[in-house]
């Protein structure tokens, strides 16, 4: 299945990559023995006797792998992953449920209620489809759109509240920033805000995973956005010479914050940098659940039975705006907008695949809608009456032992309260 189109594109890049025979630059020859062709070590490459420069649409554009069509079609069977009912259920009530939570959560924003959001809309299909082509104890990497892969591992929804209203039940304590979460349990590390940070570290752990013989992955999200940062480069880079067992998923949704990829690259995307660093690459349709599926559970498989890494671009395009910080009106318009929202989602192409299969009717979708908003609202209203963290958090969880100079400062906090308490709001904070 999706070893199929793997295969398939790599050879495709392999045929017309520049400087093998008969393509490329110049005109290459046949050489009657090897002590003829070129020796260098750093490339593998004919002679040519006609100065040419490679062109830079020298590969035509890479194919976009798909299994299913916008209605929900299987356009080919041997692709379809033929999986479970009660898999594609999950499936599809972790994204509407990621929808619901990112409405809801994005209107508290609005409100003055939380300082700061980002949703997933138009997204969903890329964090559940590789979310559950992974192991769980496989370790993930975010940027800070893949709420809905720590969703898929059974984060609970009290917790996604509790960090993005920084209360005591948040287990960072609030001191990050909304959205950035972090499990240690189900194997998410924690979101940083500095853009691309992630990638450099990911191949190293996923270095330490290769030297422990440990049959584990790591799969590093990042945007399109993110790829132009030189983590990027570096982190690809040392993948490949390391030869180590990650997975690169790169969700190109056609935006950075206010720049289009029109004024980001000039190259074919992310997925055509690949071969360039030695990485075998694929690039997916985001909006098809299932093709994200086939190709991670692929590139997870052969990562760890090879030690080699593998990138991934999906398709899809970012509905929302970046972040409550952005206004997309400004640089896009409502009816692109319009087109993906209502013409190719990934919610509504898995919900007409299901309904095709009798798996599921506009019953069902009131009542699951119902249900998912009242465990979102009842999680809303829980993470508001929970107090904010105890001030001397500020102090704890960095080091084993506070060192002298931290302690000195909690001790300044607590005289300070001692003597200026009735100027803060104390009573909005644990005891």
Wanted: proline residues 6%.
């Amino acid at each position: 299945m999706a070893a199929l189109a793997l295969r398939a594109l790599r050879g495709r890049l392999l045929r017309a990559a520049p400087g093998r025979a008969g393509r490329g630059l110049g005109t290459a020859r046949d050489f009657p023995s090897l002590e003829e062709k070129p020796q260098f070590p750093g490339a593998s490459a004919e002679f040519a006797d006609r100065l040419e420069f490679i062109q830079p649409n020298v590969i035509s554009g890479i194919p976009v792998y798909r299994v299913m069509d916008r209605q929900g079609h299987i356009v080919s069977p041997s692709e379809d992953p033929q999986l479970p009912k009660e898999l594609v259920l999950k499936l599809y009530k972790t994204m509407t449920l990621l929808n619901t939570m990112d409405r809801i959560l994005y209107e508290s924003q609005r409100q003055g209620r939380i300082s700061f959001y980002m949703t997933n809309y138009g997204e969903e299909g890329t964090h559940v489809g590789s979310a559950a082509a992974l192991d769980d104890t496989d370790l993930v990497f975010g940027q800070y759109r893949e709420a809905g892969v720590l969703m898929y591992r059974g984060y609970p929804l009290d917790l996604f509240m509790a960090q993005c209203y920084g209360n005591a039940s948040d287990p960072g304590r609030g001191r990050q920033m909304p959205v950035h979460y972090g499990c240690r349990e189900r194997h998410f590390v924690t979101i940083s805000s500095p853009l691309a940070t992630q990638i450099p570290q990911a191949v190293g752990a996923a270095y330490a995973i290769k030297r422990a013989d440990a049959s584990r992955a790591v799969i590093c999200y990042f945007g399109e956005g993110a790829a132009s940062e030189g983590d990027a480069h570096a982190g690809f880079n040392f993948a490949a010479t390391l030869e180590c067992p990650i997975v690169f998923f790169c969700r190109n949704n056609g935006y950075a914050i206010s720049t289009p990829t029109s004024e980001q690259y000039r190259g074919d995307g992310i997925a055509a940098r690949g071969p360039g660093y030695g990485l075998m690459s694929i690039r997916v349709d985001g909006n098809d659940v299932f093709a994200v599926y086939n190709a991670t559970k692929e590139a997870r498989r052969r990562a760890v039975a090879e030690n080699q890494p593998f990138l991934i671009e999906a398709m899809t395009y970012r509905i929302g705006h970046h972040s409550t910080s952005d206004d997309s009106s400004a640089y896009r318009s409502v009816d692109e907008v319009n087109y993906w929202d209502k013409q190719d989602h990934p919610i509504s192409r898995l919900r007409h695949y299901m309904q095709g299969r009798g798996w599921w009717d506009e019953e069902q979708e009131k009542g699951w809608r119902k249900s998912s908003r009242k465990k979102v609202m009842e999680a809303f209203e829980q993470a508001e009456r929970k107090p904010k963290p105890n001030p001397q958090h500020l102090f704890s969880d960095v080091y084993r032992e506070m060192p002298p100079n931290l302690r000195r400062q909690r001790a300044a906090l607590e005289r300070h309260l001692q003597h200026y308490g009735e100027h803060y709001p104390m009573e909005l904070y644990e005891n």
